[in-house]
């Protein structure tokens, strides 16, 4: 009898497209041994696949976590249409994900499939939402969006880690928390097939290393402006790759690891401190800066070793890779929006075109990317780019190509009057106009 196949999803917590050595990211930070700030990440890519055209649903991570545990555009649920969920939105009762929502872990539950979430959750709050209630069997984390590694307090001061529906404390590096638990998993005998979530809240703010206690105590807000550097934000990419190194060396050990497909991703584009380079823009943007991401895939099974694809993608399209490989149907009364890249992840040079879209109430963005050419709207100003010829968005084609202007604004138009209105929804703003990329800029 064949072995189904186990799944285990890492998502990072602002990461840049170039963040990492095999996307072309920046040296190490000084006294490493090594050359990136990635070589297990690295390695995996050299093991796998990477994607050079990939995308997050959103450039903020509530609204993007949505869309990867439903498989849909976020915006279907009131939830997902705020950019993000705020700490203040405790206790709320619309602000989460319905636990009544079929998702990624709930249709592979009750496949069969033992299923953990470790790390950040930020789908809303208990009683009304929670892990547990969305088809998790276990989970140990944060249910907030940003919070201190080492006190792991949120944003309003909540002490916030928890394990199943019980607070819990525990000391040490939130990052090594996380990577603990993943590899305990991972350890434990079973018979079931399993997913395991690993969502690292690195190297989210508050810029913080193993090292740095000293500065978690200093800091009064969690996102603060005199602190942080690149080394810092470096390091911590490091760390976070320790821990996967730890993570893929465990699945190895126990024998999985040929049978596993791995997927490495972020939530949105890069912070303060990440390299975008040939791209611009970053975090709440929908230039290419704030919305594409890495994905490195790796499964000694299926996926041919130390290749990259072009082929688009985004978030939402890995729960209809993921059901697909497991031969799991999803809900009928909830179709995916998303689509399974499976045929490319067997063929990564047999790519398939479509249509993706985003919408951020922050800053009136709407955008679309068909082929080589993406729309944006930035409030009601229009730009048209060639990806192909130009990544950095430069080259405004909207007057010399009126006609693929306007087809690609009413397609748009056509997506987004398919989707539910949310207008009580609401967006957080940067605190300084230094922190925001315009595309003249």
């Not at 005199?226 to 190194?245: H, K």
Request: glycine share 8%.
């Amino acid at each position: 009898m064949a072995r189904r196949t186990n799944f285990v999803f890492i998502l990072a917590d602002d990461l840049g497209y170039a963040d990492l050595g095999c996307y072309g990211g920046r040296p190490a930070a000084s006294g490493a041994p090594f050359a990136t700030c990635s070589p297990w990440l690295d390695r995996m890519a050299r093991e796998g696949l990477r994607f050079t055209q990939g995308y997050a649903n959103s450039s903020v991570c509530s609204p993007t976590r949505f869309a990867l545990m439903t498989g849909r555009w976020q915006h279907r649920l009131r939830g997902g249409a705020d950019e993000p969920i705020r700490s203040n939105a405790r206790g709320n009762p619309r602000l989460g994900l319905p636990p009544s929502h079929p998702t990624l872990p709930s249709l592979l539950r009750d496949a069969g499939y033992d299923t953990a979430l470790v790390g950040k959750w930020h789908l809303g709050y208990p009683p009304h939402f929670g892990p547990l209630k969305s088809g998790y069997r276990e989970f140990f984390g944060a249910l907030s969006g940003g919070m201190d590694y080492f006190t792991h307090r949120d944003t309003a001061g909540h002490h916030d880690l928890y394990e199943n529906d019980s607070e819990v404390h525990r000391k040490g590096y939130l990052t090594d928390l996380i990577s603990d638990r993943a590899v305990e998993f991972i350890r434990r005998p079973r018979k079931e097939p399993f997913l395991l979530s690993v969502h690292y809240n690195a190297p989210h703010w508050p810029w913080l290393t193993r090292e740095n206690e000293g500065e978690s105590k200093r800091i009064e807000k969690l996102y603060h402006f005199d602190g942080g550097s690149v080394a810092t934000y470096l390091t911590m990419i490091r760390q976070m790759d320790e821990g996967i190194g730890r993570i893929l060396k465990a699945l190895t050990a126990a024998k999985a690891d040929r049978d596993t497909l791995v997927v490495f991703t972020s939530d949105n584009g890069g912070e303060r401190f990440s390299d975008t380079w040939p791209l611009v823009g970053k975090k709440m943007d929908l230039l290419e800066g704030g919305i594409r991401v890495p994905y490195i895939v790796r499964w000694p099974a299926k996926v041919k070793a130390g290749l990259s694809t072009d082929q688009i993608t985004i978030t939402m399209d890995w729960v209809a890779t993921f059901l697909d490989a497991a031969g799991v149907r999803p809900h009928p009364d909830y179709p995916l929006d998303g689509v399974s890249l499976l045929s490319v992840l067997k063929n990564p040079a047999k790519t398939f075109e479509r249509e993706l879209y985003w919408k951020m109430l922050f800053r009136d963005q709407q955008a679309m990317r068909a082929g080589d050419w993406k729309y944006l709207s930035r409030e009601g100003d229009e730009f048209l780019f060639n990806l192909a010829s130009d990544q950095r968005e430069r080259a405004n084609f909207a007057q010399r190509d009126p006609k693929r202007l306007a087809a690609m604004r009413a397609r748009y138009v056509a997506w987004e009057e398919a989707l539910p209105k949310h207008p009580d929804a609401t967006y957080s703003v940067p605190a300084t106009k230094a922190d925001l990329l315009t595309p003249s800029s």
